[in-house]
Protein backbone atom coordinates (compact mmCIF):
# COMPACT_ATOMS: atom_id res chain seq x y z
CA UNK A 1 0.00 0.00 0.00
CA UNK A 2 1.30 3.32 -0.79
CA UNK A 3 1.98 5.65 1.74
CA UNK A 4 2.10 9.42 1.52
CA UNK A 5 5.78 9.32 3.05
CA UNK A 6 6.61 6.84 -0.65
CA UNK A 7 4.45 9.54 -3.17
CA UNK A 8 6.75 12.04 -1.27
CA UNK A 9 9.85 9.98 -1.81
CA UNK A 10 9.06 9.07 -5.19
CA UNK A 11 8.20 12.81 -6.74
CA UNK A 12 11.44 13.88 -5.10
CA UNK A 13 13.22 11.13 -7.13
CA UNK A 14 10.98 11.97 -10.33
CA UNK A 15 12.27 15.92 -9.48
CA UNK A 16 16.06 14.53 -9.69
CA UNK A 17 15.58 13.37 -12.92
CA UNK A 18 15.37 9.72 -12.29
CA UNK A 19 13.38 7.25 -14.88
CA UNK A 20 10.67 5.31 -13.86
CA UNK A 21 11.91 2.36 -14.28
CA UNK A 22 14.96 3.19 -11.79
CA UNK A 23 12.58 4.41 -9.17
CA UNK A 24 10.52 1.34 -9.43
CA UNK A 25 13.78 -1.05 -9.36
CA UNK A 26 14.96 1.21 -6.13
CA UNK A 27 11.51 1.73 -4.13
CA UNK A 28 9.86 -1.81 -5.56
CA UNK A 29 6.33 -0.10 -7.00
CA UNK A 30 5.24 -0.74 -10.37
CA UNK A 31 5.98 1.45 -12.95
CA UNK A 32 2.62 2.42 -13.71
CA UNK A 33 2.15 2.92 -10.07
CA UNK A 34 5.04 5.82 -10.78
CA UNK A 35 3.87 6.74 -13.52
CA UNK A 36 0.27 7.58 -11.55
CA UNK A 37 1.79 9.31 -8.67
CA UNK A 38 3.37 11.56 -10.95
CA UNK A 39 0.90 12.55 -13.44
CA UNK A 40 -1.28 13.18 -10.15
CA UNK A 41 1.14 15.24 -8.67
CA UNK A 42 1.55 17.09 -11.71
CA UNK A 43 -2.63 17.51 -12.31
CA UNK A 44 -2.08 19.36 -8.67
CA UNK A 45 0.47 21.27 -8.96
CA UNK A 46 -1.07 22.77 -11.77
CA UNK A 47 -4.05 23.49 -9.78
CA UNK A 48 -2.01 25.26 -7.09
CA UNK A 49 -0.85 27.92 -10.09
CA UNK A 50 -4.45 28.63 -11.09
CA UNK A 51 -5.53 31.88 -8.63
CA UNK A 52 -8.53 30.49 -7.68
CA UNK A 53 -7.35 27.50 -6.81
CA UNK A 54 -8.38 26.22 -2.98
CA UNK A 55 -4.95 26.06 -1.65
CA UNK A 56 -5.77 23.28 1.58
CA UNK A 57 -7.53 20.98 -0.57
CA UNK A 58 -5.11 20.52 -3.04
CA UNK A 59 -2.62 19.98 -0.48
CA UNK A 60 -4.49 17.70 1.29
CA UNK A 61 -5.42 15.65 -1.50
CA UNK A 62 -1.72 15.82 -2.01
CA UNK A 63 -0.99 13.73 1.15
CA UNK A 64 -3.85 11.88 1.73
CA UNK A 65 -3.02 7.83 1.60
CA UNK A 66 -4.50 5.90 -1.71
CA UNK A 67 -7.98 4.59 -1.23
CA UNK A 68 -8.52 1.66 -2.37
CA UNK A 69 -11.94 -0.31 -3.31
CA UNK A 70 -13.61 -2.25 -1.24
CA UNK A 71 -15.84 -5.13 -2.50
CA UNK A 72 -18.52 -5.69 -0.45
CA UNK A 73 -19.91 -9.04 -0.73
CA UNK A 74 -23.43 -10.37 -0.04
CA UNK A 75 -23.71 -13.51 1.69
CA UNK A 76 -26.19 -15.46 -0.18
CA UNK A 77 -25.81 -18.36 1.29
CA UNK A 78 -25.22 -17.63 5.48
CA UNK A 79 -29.31 -16.60 5.75
CA UNK A 80 -30.66 -15.42 8.53
CA UNK A 81 -32.69 -18.92 9.02
CA UNK A 82 -29.71 -20.72 8.73
CA UNK A 83 -27.68 -18.52 11.32
CA UNK A 84 -30.83 -18.81 13.32
CA UNK A 85 -30.99 -22.96 13.56
CA UNK A 86 -27.67 -22.80 14.18
CA UNK A 87 -27.65 -20.63 17.16
CA UNK A 88 -30.69 -22.97 18.32
CA UNK A 89 -28.01 -26.06 17.67
CA UNK A 90 -25.31 -24.12 20.40
CA UNK A 91 -27.85 -23.41 22.79
CA UNK A 92 -29.35 -27.37 22.80
CA UNK A 93 -25.48 -28.42 23.10
CA UNK A 94 -25.27 -26.00 25.96
CA UNK A 95 -28.52 -27.34 27.51
CA UNK A 96 -27.15 -30.61 26.78
CA UNK A 97 -23.27 -29.58 28.44
CA UNK A 98 -25.24 -28.28 31.92
CA UNK A 99 -27.22 -31.34 32.24
CA UNK A 100 -24.61 -33.96 31.22
CA UNK A 101 -21.61 -31.62 32.73
CA UNK A 102 -17.90 -31.25 31.52
CA UNK A 103 -16.85 -34.57 30.82
CA UNK A 104 -19.93 -35.63 28.29
CA UNK A 105 -18.74 -37.38 24.84
CA UNK A 106 -22.28 -36.55 23.72
CA UNK A 107 -21.38 -33.39 21.49
CA UNK A 108 -21.91 -33.29 18.57
CA UNK A 109 -18.94 -32.19 16.09
CA UNK A 110 -18.81 -29.65 13.16
CA UNK A 111 -19.17 -32.05 10.85
CA UNK A 112 -22.01 -34.00 12.12
CA UNK A 113 -23.99 -30.38 12.69
CA UNK A 114 -23.55 -29.36 8.65
CA UNK A 115 -24.51 -33.51 8.02
CA UNK A 116 -28.17 -32.20 9.94
CA UNK A 117 -28.48 -29.48 8.33
CA UNK A 118 -28.46 -30.47 5.01
CA UNK A 119 -30.65 -33.00 6.13
CA UNK A 120 -32.75 -30.53 6.93
CA UNK A 121 -32.40 -28.90 3.50
CA UNK A 122 -30.20 -25.82 3.91
CA UNK A 123 -27.22 -25.57 1.69
CA UNK A 124 -23.67 -24.45 3.00
CA UNK A 125 -20.25 -25.20 3.26
CA UNK A 126 -18.41 -27.64 5.95
CA UNK A 127 -15.95 -24.36 5.82
CA UNK A 128 -18.33 -21.83 6.42
CA UNK A 129 -20.65 -23.82 9.06
CA UNK A 130 -17.02 -24.22 11.10
CA UNK A 131 -16.24 -20.82 10.88
CA UNK A 132 -19.65 -19.58 12.09
CA UNK A 133 -19.85 -21.88 14.98
CA UNK A 134 -15.93 -20.86 15.73
CA UNK A 135 -18.07 -17.50 16.23
CA UNK A 136 -20.95 -18.55 17.79
CA UNK A 137 -18.65 -20.43 20.39
CA UNK A 138 -16.61 -18.07 21.04
CA UNK A 139 -17.03 -16.89 24.96
CA UNK A 140 -15.24 -13.68 26.38
CA UNK A 141 -12.22 -14.16 28.23
CA UNK A 142 -11.64 -13.76 31.60
CA UNK A 143 -9.82 -10.60 32.12
CA UNK A 144 -7.81 -9.96 35.35
CA UNK A 145 -6.82 -6.53 36.33
CA UNK A 146 -3.78 -6.13 38.78
CA UNK A 147 -4.39 -4.24 41.92
CA UNK A 148 -2.03 -2.70 44.68
CA UNK A 149 -3.20 -1.59 48.14
CA UNK A 150 -1.21 0.08 50.76
CA UNK A 151 -0.92 -2.05 53.95
CA UNK A 152 -4.54 -1.58 55.80
CA UNK A 153 -6.38 -0.24 52.85
CA UNK A 154 -8.58 -3.51 52.37
CA UNK A 155 -8.89 -6.68 54.78
CA UNK A 156 -10.58 -9.79 53.25
CA UNK A 157 -10.86 -12.76 54.81
CA UNK A 158 -12.96 -16.83 54.00
CA UNK A 159 -15.64 -16.95 57.15
CA UNK A 160 -13.18 -18.50 59.40
CA UNK A 161 -10.97 -17.29 62.18
CA UNK A 162 -9.32 -13.73 61.76
CA UNK A 163 -6.80 -12.37 64.64
CA UNK A 164 -5.82 -8.92 64.57
CA UNK A 165 -3.30 -7.05 66.94
CA UNK A 166 -3.83 -3.28 67.44
CA UNK A 167 -1.52 -0.97 68.53
CA UNK A 168 -3.05 0.01 71.41
CA UNK A 169 -2.94 -3.66 73.39
CA UNK A 170 -0.83 -6.44 72.86
CA UNK A 171 -3.43 -8.68 73.12
CA UNK A 172 -5.22 -10.74 70.37
CA UNK A 173 -8.80 -9.62 69.62
CA UNK A 174 -10.25 -12.84 67.78
CA UNK A 175 -13.04 -12.77 65.66
CA UNK A 176 -15.12 -15.47 63.72
CA UNK A 177 -18.04 -16.00 62.49
Not at 22 to 42: A, L, P
Not at 144 to 173: A, C, H, M, W
Request: positive net charge.
Amino acid sequence: MLCSMDKGRIIGMKQTGLSGHEISRQTGYDRKTIRRVWEEYCALSAQLDKPCADLKAVQAAMTEEAKYPRRQGVRRVFTPELEARLVEIVEEEQRKKRRLGNGDKQKLTNTQIHEQLEEEGFVCSRALINSELARLRRKQKEVYIRQSYEPGDRLEYDFGKVDLLTPKSPTINQYSN
